[in-house]
């Protein structure tokens, strides 16, 4: 594992069973900081008219599964990864576990940003190491569709390796996507879910 890779899951994990997440703007010792937790921003993006293939082997209409009704709650990941794509699937895993207490419905996509490697196959086995519910949903198509998706949401970064921590949300079609980048607790992403859900 390389030191980058070493020091992101040491971020990673001491946020991630901190006691009680940090808000944003508030240091450990319950002090405002000028510095946020993690990035948030609203922003429009066009899903691009293409066709993935789910971990079932169903090929779809990408944008058609986005515009199912269901809120939606978005994430960039791919089966080899070491790093980055273990924390973000196991914070999804925390996050469907809470919103189905909460009794809340939300369509969580995870699109595989290495397709060539990533079979339908390979995704459902991903899936259920995590204990993907029939509410959340991989994605994988041609290297061209996974290209396309990502720079649609402003998270292509060239190489794999390069990609960050970004979840994208959004309440329901033609509301705007809520993006927030960093390394959250499942309470905060499903704070941020909630918080969300309740804008007007």
């Not at 909460?102 to 995704?123: C, F, R, Y």
């Not at 061209?144 to 329901?172: C, P, W």
Request: hydrophobic fraction near 40%; include cysteine.
């Amino acid at each position: 594992m390389s030191l980058r890779a070493a020091l992101t899951l040491i971020i990673f994990f001491a946020a991630f069973f901190s006691p009680r997440p940090l808000l944003a703007g508030e240091s450990n010792d319950g002090q405002k900081t000028d510095a946020p937790e993690y990035a948030r921003a609203l922003a429009n993006y066009d899903t691009p008219d293409v066709a993935v293939i789910r971990q079932d082997g169903k090929k779809l209409s990408f944008g058609k599964e986005l515009d199912d009704g269901r809120p939606v709650i978005l994430n960039f990941v791919f089966v080899s990864c070491s790093a980055i794509c273990p924390m973000l699937s196991h914070l999804f895993s925390k996050v469907q576990t809470k919103l189905a207490k909460d009794g809340q419905k939300a369509h969580m996509v995870s699109i595989s940003i290495d397709p060539e490697n990533d079979t339908p196959a390979k995704l459902a086995e991903y899936a259920k190491k995590f204990g993907a519910g029939s509410d959340w949903n991989f994605y994988t198509g041609t290297r061209e569709v996974s290209i396309a998706i990502q720079k649609a949401f402003n998270a292509y970064r060239g190489d794999k390796m390069n990609h960050t921590s970004i979840i994208l949300m959004r309440a329901k079609p033609g509301k705007p996507w809520l993006r927030v980048e960093g390394f959250l607790s499942p309470d905060a992403v499903a704070r941020e879910y909630h918080t969300m859900l309740q804008q007007p």
